[in-house]
C-alpha cells in the first residue's frame, strides 16, 4: 500500500501489538491520538521504515519499556504527553536515531533512568513540562549532543548534580522555571558554552553567589523572577557579557 497518513483518533485502541503495522511501509504519519492504549509491545511499529511523525498523546500508557520504538530510524517527532507514564526504562527510545522531538509532558515521571536518552544523538527538543522530577542525576542526558531545548518547567526538582548538563555543548534553552530549587550548586551549568536562555523563574532561590553562573559566555536572557532572593553576591554577573536581559522581579531584595 503506498498510505500515507493514518488517523486512528479516539478509535478505542488498548494496545499496540507486534505486527500491528505490517505492509505499511510508506506511511509517513500515524495518529492514534486519544485512545486507551496502555501498552506497546516490543516490535509493535516495526516495518514503519518511513514513518516522520506518532501521536500517542492522551492514552494510559504507565511505561515506555526497552525497544517499544524499535525500527522506526526515520521518525523525527514523538508525542508521548497526557499519558500516564511513570517509569521510562533505559533503551525506552532505542532505533530513534534521527529524532528531532520528544514530547513528555504533563505524565507522571518521578525518575529519569540513566541512559533514558542515549542514542538520540539528533535530538533538538525535549519537553518534560509538568511532570513529577525531584532530582537531575549526572549522566541523565548523556548523548544528547544536538539538543537545543531542554524543557523542565513546572516539576518539583530541589536538586540537580553538578555536571548534570555537561554534554549539551548545543544547548540554547534551559527552562527550570516552577520548581523547588533552594540554591545554585557550584559546577551546575557546566558545559553549556553556547546556553543563551536560562529560566529559574518561581523557585525558592534565596541567595545567588559568585560563580554560579560561570561559564555562561554566551547567556543573553536569565530569569529569576519570583523567588526569595534577599542578596545577590558581588560578582555574580561577571563573565555574562552577553547578557541583555535580566529578570529580579518579585523578590526580597533590599
Do not use: C
Not at 119 to 130: D, H, P
Amino acid at each position: 500500500t503506498n498510505l500515507r497518513t493514518l488517523d486512528l483518533y479516539n478509535a478505542q485502541i488498548t494496545s499496540i501489538d507486534s505486527g500491528d503495522f505490517e505492509g505499511l511501509s510508506s506511511l509517513e504519519i500515524l495518529e492514534l491520538e486519544h485512545n486507551e492504549i496502555s501498552s506497546i509491545e516490543r516490535g509493535g511499529f516495526v516495518g514503519l521504515i518511513n514513518l516522520r511523525s506518532l501521536d500517542l498523546m492522551l492514552n494510559q500508557l504507565r511505561s515506555i519499556e526497552s525497544g517499544a520504538f524499535e525500527g522506526l530510524t526515520n521518525l523525527r517527532k514523538l508525542w508521548l504527553q497526557y499519558n500516564q507514564t511513570m517509569r521510562i526504562e533505559s533503551g525506552a527510545f532505542n532505533g530513534l536515531s534521527n529524532l528531532q522531538e520528544l514530547w513528555l509532558r504533563d505524565n507522571r515521571i518521578t525518575v529519569l533512568e540513566g541512559g533514558a536518552f542515549d542514542r538520540l544523538t539528533n535530538l533538538q527538543s525535549l519537553i518534560l513540562t509538568a511532570n513529577q522530577l525531584t532530582s537531575i542525576e549526572r549522566g541523565t542526558f548523556d548523548g544528547l549532543n544536538n539538543l537545543q531545548g531542554l524543557f523542565l518547567p513546572w516539576n518539583e526538582i530541589s536538586s540537580i548534580d553538578s555536571g548534570a548538563f555537561e554534554g549539551l555543548t548545543n544547548l540554547q534553552g534551559l527552562d527550570l522555571n516552577g520548581n523547588q530549587l533552594t540554591s545554585v550548586e557550584s559546577g551546575t551549568f557546566d558545559g553549556l558554552t553556547n546556553l543563551q536562555s536560562l529560566g529559574l523563574r518561581s523557585n525558592q532561590l534565596t541567595a545567588i553567589e559568585s560563580g554560579d553562573f560561570e561559564g555562561l559566555t554566551n547567556l543573553q536572557s536569565l530569569n529569576l523572577d519570583g523567588n526569595q532572593l534577599t542578596s545577590i553576591e558581588s560578582g555574580t554577573f561577571d563573565g555574562l557579557t552577553n547578557l541583555q536581559s535580566l529578570g529580579l522581579r518579585s523578590n526580597q531584595l533590599t
